[in-house]
Structures are given as structure tokens and as C-alpha cells.
């Protein structure tokens, strides 16, 4: 079963910086796509990044030019830095990735637990 492991979330203030990583099983055949979504209680969860395989990366508007989204193949591992962080970025950051299990298997969508991200004066 794939098994995807969230750290380096936190509670800052305003304008500070935070990097989550999220680790994939190494037993994961394929990669597809990694990405994080964040979701505040009562709210639609959404996308803040993604990254493909390919390097392909997608950024939700609100936080362009303030976080950037990265990976390591060898490591199955997937970042995400975050600067400038503002009171509208708290919330649980998700990570996700779209993967296989083995050369025949179809591909499917896999989440993280959820790390707390705290931006507040």
C-alpha cells in the first residue's frame, strides 16, 4: 500500500518561512504526479501546487511567487517551501500523489495525513 509521510509543519508568524516534505513508499513503482492541498475546517479542500513527473509544476493564484514546489525522484520525496506566509495560509496541508503499485496496475490517488500549518501574530 502506498504510504505517503508529512513533516515540517508548524506555528509562525507573519513573513516567516516553513519547507514540508512528504516521503512515498520506495515500494511505489511509479510516481505520477506529487502535489499539496490545504483545506481550513468548514472549506472545500484545494490545491496549492503540483509537480509532475516531468517537472510540469501547477500553482494555485494565491500563493504564486511565494511558494515553489519540488522533488526528489530518488528519494520519492516531494517539497514544498513556503515564504512570506500569511494568516491565509493556515490550514492542513495535504500531500498527495497520483501513483502505481507495479507495471499493471492502474493508477490512483493516494493522500498524506495532514500537517498543521499556523501563520498567526
Known amino acids: 500500500q502506498v504510504q505517503l509521510v508529512e513533516s515540517g509543519g508548524g506555528s509562525v508568524q507573519p513573513g516567516v518561512s516553513l519547507r514540508l516534505s512528504c516521503a512515498a513508499s520506495?515500494?511505489?513503482?511509479?510516481?505520477?504526479?506529487m502535489g499539496w492541498y490545504r483545506q481550513v475546517p468548514g472549506k472545500q479542500r484545494e490545491l496549492v501546487a503540483s509537480?509532475?513527473?516531468?517537472?510540469?509544476?501547477n500553482y494555485a493564484d494565491s500563493v504564486k511567487g511565494r511558494f515553489t514546489i519540488s522533488r526528489d525522484n530518488a528519494k520519492n520525496t516531494v517539497y514544498l517551501q513556503m515564504n512570506s506566509l500569511k494568516p491565509e495560509d493556515t490550514a492542513v496541508y495535504y500531500c498527495?500523489?497520483?501513483?502505481?503499485?507495479?507495471?499493471?496496475?492502474?493508477?490512483?490517488?493516494?493522500w498524506g495525513q495532514g500537517t498543521q500549518v499556523t501563520v498567526s501574530s
Open positions: 520506495r515500494s511505489i513503482y511509479r510516481i505520477y504526479v
Open positions: 498527495y500523489a497520483r501513483a502505481t503499485l507495479s507495471r499493471m496496475s492502474r493508477a490512483d490517488d493516494y
Open positions: 509537480i509532475t513527473s516531468d517537472d510540469s509544476t
